[in-house]
């Protein structure tokens, strides 16, 4: 690997990092992150029946506190709604409202198909190895900062 091909990988991932400005226009006070809670939360209401909040944090890989934040104000818009546990009382299950469904349909399934289409060019295969590679990319660079916080080198 040379310094001109590491340029170049920091100013694709710098692209890449503002796909979502290229989204629809959100309903007011949604933001894309809402819209990774959603999909969050009616895709594992759908797999497993429950959506609790440790799930969705851990399908986004978010701490619990974002994922709290977040819900709280998905809340508000009334796209979800919390529901205790009957089976233990420290869960609390999250819910999407029929508001929510329809704002997931149409926001994200009816974007994702349409993206999909766009992409239609593009060979599985490629999509498979950008997303590995940028897996890749994402897990030495986190391993490197961790190090170096830990009294490592730069």
Request: aromatic fraction near 6%; proline fraction near 5%.
């Amino acid at each position: 690997m040379n310094e001109e091909l590491v340029k170049k990988i920091f100013r694709t991932c710098a692209r890449a990092k503002r796909l979502t400005d290229f989204m629809p226009k959100l309903p007011d006070g949604m933001t894309p992150r809402h819209l990774r809670v959603m999909e969050a939360v009616v895709e594992i209401n759908q797999e497993n029946g429950v959506a609790c909040i440790g799930d969705i944090g851990h399908y986004i890989n978010t701490t619990l506190p974002s994922i709290t934040h977040l819900i709280n104000e998905l809340e508000k818009l009334e796209l979800v709604i919390r529901v205790p546990s009957t089976k233990d009382k420290r869960i609390t299950q999250v819910v999407p409202t029929d508001s929510g469904v329809y704002f997931y349909e149409k926001y994200i399934r009816e974007y994702h198909r349409h993206i999909a289409e766009l992409f239609n060019d593009i060979t599985p295969q490629d999509c498979e190895i950008m997303i590995e590679t940028m897996n890749t990319i994402y897990l030495l660079m986190k391993k490197d900062k961790e190090e170096r916080d830990n009294g490592g080198n730069l």
